[in-house]
């Protein structure tokens, strides 16, 4: 496979259930991003991870939490969600984040659709 | 803070004519400018991008113009055509980068 693989494409889970998102690419890109995107509202920036460390949290929600264990893999543990946190999450990933060159933009897998009840 | 805006939810073109999608940002210590083109059920797919030190990037049918001084830039699509429709978001970056809420494109045959 190649570009930046999430699974799964499509969760419905209840406010009570742990589950989590996975993001993989393949591009030997060092930096990777989890976006949340809500209807009409702009994709909304959660977490940067450079090199596997964590540079940046959007100010989000102790009950997502984000694990980068390489710079292939990048999860999003699920926790305790409201209906208000379904939404599209996106994952990217880039070639360098922190003082970012933005010419080549960055790569986005297709997302994972999430439902809370 | 929404620093990057795009006002127009939707636009709709003619087959052949030109399509203009706009773009605001707040932010002048933004260094590059990008758009992308999102297609239903894929994640955003990269189009074209702008260094701020520049004003105009063309690539085939697709050119952004920057206007700093009105931190402003636009994407024209010539011609457009029916594969074109889809959500196109504005994006700018400098440590990261800050999207806009898109604009649903749709070119009619």
């Known amino acids: 496979e190649t570009g930046v693989t999430q699974t799964p494409r499509h969760l419905v889970m209840g406010m009570t259930n742990k589950k989590s998102l996975k993001c993989e690419q393949h591009?030997?890109?060092?930096?990777m991003y989890w976006y949340k995107q809500s209807a009409k509202k702009p994709l909304e920036l959660m977490f940067v991870?450079?090199?596997?460390?964590?540079?940046e949290n959007n100010s989000v929600p102790s009950r997502f939490s984000p694990e980068c264990p390489n710079s292939s893999h990048l999860f999003l543990h699920l926790h305790t969600l409201q209906p208000e946190d379904s939404a599209l999450y996106l994952c990217?990933?880039?070639?360098?984040?922190?003082?970012?060159?933005?010419?080549?933009?960055?790569?986005f897998g297709s997302g994972t659709r999430l439902t809370v009840v | 803070d929404q620093q990057v805006k795009q006002n127009s939810p939707s636009l709709s073109v003619q087959e052949g004519r030109i399509s203009i999608l706009n773009c605001d940002y707040t932010?002048?210590?933004?260094?590059?400018f990008l758009w992308y083109k999102k297609y239903p059920a894929e994640g955003p797919t990269f189009l074209i991008s702008?260094?701020?030190?520049?004003d105009k990037n063309e690539d085939g049918r697709f050119t952004v113009f920057l206007n700093k001084s009105a931190k402003h830039l636009s994407l024209h699509i010539v011609p457009s055509q029916p594969g074109d429709s889809a959500v196109y978001f504005c994006?700018?970056?400098?440590?990261?980068?800050?999207f806009g809420a898109g604009t649903r494109l749709t070119v009619k045959p």
């Open positions: 990217a990933s880039s070639q360098e984040g922190g003082l970012f060159r933005g010419a080549d933009g960055y790569t």
């Open positions: 591009l030997g890109h060092n930096a």
């Open positions: 991870y450079n090199f596997k460390e964590q540079t």
């Open positions: 932010n002048s210590m933004f260094d590059y």
């Open positions: 702008i260094s701020s030190i520049k």
């Open positions: 994006a700018a970056s400098r440590n990261d980068m800050r």
